[in-house]
Every structure is written in C-alpha cells, then in structure tokens.
C-alpha cells in the first residue's frame, strides 16, 4: 500500500467521522450535561489508546517538550474547545455548528503565517479571508434578540473553539513532530477526560443524568471512533502533509454535518445562516486554494 493511499485514505476517513461526530454530539446532550458527555468520551478514548499502546508496546514518550505538550493539548486542544462545542450544541443545529467551525483553516492559515514564515500569504488569501469574514457578519446580521440570547452565545462558542483548535494545531507542526500520533493522544485525552468529568460534576446539574442508549452510543461512538480513529490518524497526518492542507477537511465535515442533521434531527437553517455559510466556506476555499495545487507529500 502506497504513501499516497494511506494519506489519501485516512483524510477522507477523518472527514467523514468528523462530519458525523457532530451529530453525535448533539444526540448525546438530549441524557447528558455538556463536561460530563465529554468527559466521559474523552475518558473512553484514554482507556482504549493505553489498551492499544500496552499491546503494541509503544512507550509513552516523556521528554520535557512532550510533556508540556501534552499539558497543552490537554487544556487547549481538548478541554477549552470541546468544551464550547458541547456547551454551544446545547442552542444551536448541528449543521450550524460544523459550518461555523470551517473558520479553522482560515485561523490555521494565518496562525502558520506568525509562528512558521516560510509559508506566505499572497493575494488571493487575502481576497478569501475578506469574503469568510463577510460571511461571519452575515450569519451574525440575524437580530440577537429574534434568535435569542444563547443561540447567538452558541455561535459564538464554536468559533472560539476553532480558533483555539488553530492555534494547537500550528504549535503540534512546529515542537511535535517527533511524538508517535498514540502516545500525542494519550495524556491529553486523559487529562481531558479527568478534568471535564469533575468540572462536570462541581458545576453542572447532574440530577436529571440520563444513561440511556443514546447517551451510551453517543459516548461510545465518540470516544472510539470520533477520538481514538480521527486523531490518530489527524496527528499522523500532520507530520507527513501541510498544516493547512490538511485543515481543509473543515469545508469537507459541513456537508456531512448538514447532511445527517436534516435526515436525522429535521434541523434548519435560516437563510441568512445558509447564505452566511456558502460565504464563509467560499473565502476559505479560495484563501486556500493555491495549497490544493501543491503537492501533497512534503519533497
């Protein structure tokens, strides 16, 4: 099996998980508060990669610059924006939010530009980036008040999420290409999973907690193949194909999203959000486009 297929493969695999991870997050919320859902799936993850790493005897890699990345991702790759995207999935679809965090690669693009020069910003990208924030302003043009307080605040959360997501994932490129992708997974998803479980239980109500198949599925999905799978196999990515090239998965997952929430949730949007969205996911596409000309494995 070629170097190609693998890469090829395992970036329409993370796409299309992460295009129905967000469904899944929403299903898991009707029986769980937004720290204990997440919490829990990030847990399951943990378990399931020291399974894998005792199996194949992978040694957790402990040096100094590891393992402050791990404390980082921890927090900021894991705890901080998943959890704006639970908490933000509480008020607003799916699809919604999948379209909204497609501002990720617009943030990788320009987070590379800071901490890693080579890469240059020309024209073009600056033509995208223009038209994804008019996008932005138009989803935002709706009236607060009309679509009420904390949808607007849900919006707001999942931007923030990719935003910080951006950030990790610019930092992984440059200090972390020595981890082997598990060992990259383990602490972070442990460290999540242990500190969103007791934020959960300190600060949220955890008196109507439903253990139902959909909050059992939901977790399980998650934590399995929406956590161990994808980022496994995003981290192994990340060292063999360009950051922003592999942000682009991003215009992939809003489809899949819009997709499973309309079958599966009758969820819609309105137009101003449709309108919105097409302009945000056009700006990134063209901002990006010269990427997708590249080649794709690093000579």
Do not use: C
């Amino acid at each position: 099996m070629s170097l190609n297929f693998k890469i090829t493969a395992n970036y329409l695999l993370i796409s299309l998980i992460w295009g129905s991870t967000w469904f899944a997050i929403r299903l898991g919320l009707d029986s769980l508060t937004p720290l204990i859902s997440a919490g829990l799936r990030f847990s399951v993850a943990a378990l399931v990669i020291f399974t894998i790493m005792k199996i194949r005897s992978i040694n957790l890699q402990k040096d100094t610059v590891s393992m402050r990345l791990y404390l980082v991702m921890g927090v900021f790759s894991f705890i901080l924006p998943f959890g704006l995207v639970y908490w933000g999935e509480q008020f607003i679809p799916s699809g919604l939010a999948a379209i909204l965090f497609g501002v990720y690669p617009f943030f990788v693009a320009l987070f590379t530009r800071v901490f890693i020069p080579e890469e240059k910003i020309e024209a073009v990208k600056i033509v995208g980036m223009i038209l994804g924030f008019s996008g932005i302003v138009v989803i935002f043009s709706q009236n607060i008040l009309m679509i009420g307080l904390h949808y607007f605040l849900g919006m707001v959360a999942v931007l923030l999420s990719g935003l910080l997501q951006s950030t990790i994932a610019v930092s992984i490129k440059k200090y972390g290409k020595h981890l082997h992708p598990l060992s990259m997974n383990l602490i972070p998803m442990a460290i999540a999973g242990i500190g969103m479980l007791l934020l959960g239980i300190l600060f949220e109500d955890t008196a109507n907690l439903k253990f139902d198949i959909k909050a059992i599925a939901s977790v399980l999905y998650l934590g399995v193949i929406g956590s161990v799978v994808t980022f496994t196999a995003y981290y192994w990515l990340l060292s063999r194909i360009n950051i922003i090239l592999l942000s682009l998965t991003a215009f992939i997952t809003p489809i899949i999203a819009l997709l499973i929430g309309w079958v599966f949730l009758d969820e819609t949007l309105l137009r101003n959000q449709i309108f919105g969205s097409l302009l945000v996911l056009l700006g990134l596409f063209i901002a990006n486009i010269t990427f997708m000309k590249q080649k794709i494995v690093k000579s």
